[in-house]
């Protein structure tokens, strides 16, 4: 009964801890990165991606702009997004795509910038989160 036991809390373990390295995004091969710039009362928005590799990379991106105003009684909200495919080679650095977005005092706004390899996995990430000082950059 002990090694019965012994061995459920094994496999316990080992799933768990399976679960856990497979729920994170390591970005050890592809680096995605948002890059912000305030012009007057907008955000410019680059998002960037850089090869850590010695071998050519290719993936496709998404980069999402949600917006929300809690100034207003229906709290409006809208959505931005880009998606393309690009090709890196070693240990480059590459703009793939640039949006502006106007913001107010009460906006919150989330930037998510999505890296996918081809058989659509999640290989990099980056997000921004404005005006919510809740939340943090991740």
Request: net charge neutral; with cysteine; charged share 25%.
């Amino acid at each position: 009964m002990h090694k019965l036991y012994n061995c459920f809390i094994y496999l316990l373990t080992f799933f768990i801890g399976l679960t856990i390295a497979y729920s994170q995004v390591p970005q050890n091969e592809i680096k995605a990165k948002i890059e912000l710039e305030t012009i007057e009362s907008s955000i410019k928005v680059t998002g960037m991606v850089e090869n850590l590799t010695a071998v050519t990379k290719s993936a496709t991106y998404k980069l999402s702009v949600i917006k929300n105003n809690a100034s207003t009684s229906n709290e409006n909200q809208s959505n931005n997004a880009q998606e393309g495919v690009f090709t890196l080679n070693p240990r480059e650095t590459q703009k793939l795509c640039v949006t502006q977005v106007s913001r107010g005092e009460e906006d919150n706004i989330i930037i998510l910038l999505i890296l996918y390899d081809e058989n659509k996995q999640i290989i990099g990430k980056d997000r921004v989160v404005i005006g919510d000082e809740k939340k943090k950059r991740i």
